[in-house]
């Protein structure tokens, strides 16, 4: 899915725009966030809280 298709998905507010935005972006952001945090599980929160805020600002 375009990028510009899961923007419009957070703006209907369709709960489908973190699951697409998961599988688009899920494993990048995990190895970033673990890179930086070194546990898996603080990685997967701090993942988790970023789908949150892109939530939140729409």
């Not at 489908?16 to 603080?42: M, P, R, W």
């Amino acid at each position: 899915m375009e990028d510009s298709q899961i923007i419009g998905l957070y703006y209907k507010r369709d709960e489908a725009a973190i699951s697409e935005t998961e599988a688009k972006y899920g494993s990048f952001c995990h190895v970033v966030a673990l890179n930086i945090l070194s546990l898996n599980e603080d990685a997967e929160e701090c993942v988790n809280d970023t789908y949150l805020r892109a939530w939140s600002s729409f």
